[in-house]
């Protein structure tokens, strides 16, 4: 079955130490994205690669890092400078240059600092 | 002024009632709109696009755009328990590249 796979599910992190977070996707999809959802508020953009080797910055890039060497996969670092990192993070992907854009998403993946 | 703005609810309907749901957008020149539901604590999952002023019908779903207004609501018709979820309103703006915003979402509880 074709979809989107996060990794961990549920992740829990010491102040001061980074964390990736997997996101593999088999849907043939060019472009990826990884969104940040806090209680209470709605998604927010970090990063979004159109292609390989390309990615450009969100709404609220800072204090993340991600990287595009294969097509199907779009992994995100949380490094120590994320001020705030506690959150659901969704990956999502779609077919870029597709009038109506629609995005699937992944699972999830709950990262919880301590 | 937010980008695109719902109302948080929740919105409490009976089972077998119509529920409706608003969302309204600030880019005039804004594309495409998707609303989506989210149970708590899962991913969201499409439900409808729209792209054209009108109704677009799927099954229990209608999806309302008006753009002179910058209005886009869902209607659920014969509401069930199990439609009880957040229902996130995202939009595809007018940017010059692929970049959905969406709105914080209305909850919506439908009682048995």
């Known amino acids: 079955d074709g979809g989107i796979t996060q990794s961990p599910k549920y992740l829990f992190r010491k102040e001061g130490q980074n964390v990736t977070l997997s996101c593999e996707q088999n849907l043939n999809h060019d472009a990826m994205y990884w969104y940040r959802q806090d209680p209470g508020q709605g998604l927010r953009l970090i990063y979004y690669s159109q292609i390989v080797n390309d990615f450009q910055k969100g709404d609220i890039a800072e204090g993340y890092s991600v990287s595009r060497e294969k097509k199907e996969s779009f992994p995100l670092t949380v490094t120590s400078a994320q001020k705030n990192p506690t959150a659901f993070y969704l990956c999502?992907?779609?077919?870029?240059?597709?009038?109506?854009?629609?995005?699937?998403f992944g699972e999830g993946s709950r990262l919880t600092v301590l | 002024q937010k980008e695109v703005e719902q109302n948080s609810g929740p919105l409490s309907v009976p089972e077998g009632a119509i529920a409706s749901l608003n969302c309204t957008y600030s880019?005039?020149?804004?594309?495409?709109f998707f609303w989506y539901r989210q149970y708590s604590g899962k991913s969201p999952e499409l439900i409808m696009f729209i792209y054209s002023n009108g109704d677009k019908e799927d099954g229990r779903f209608t999806a309302q755009l008006n753009k002179a207004s910058q209005y886009v609501s869902l209607l659920i018709r014969d509401s069930q328990p199990s439609d009880s979820a957040t229902y996130l309103c995202?939009?595809?703006?007018?940017?010059?590249?692929?970049?959905?915003?969406f709105g914080t979402g209305t909850r919506l509880l439908v009682s048995p």
């Open positions: 995202a939009v595809n703006l007018n940017t010059g590249f692929q970049k959905l915003v």
């Open positions: 999502a992907s779609s077919i870029w240059g597709r009038q109506t854009g629609e995005l699937f």
């Open positions: 880019d005039r020149g804004s594309q495409s």
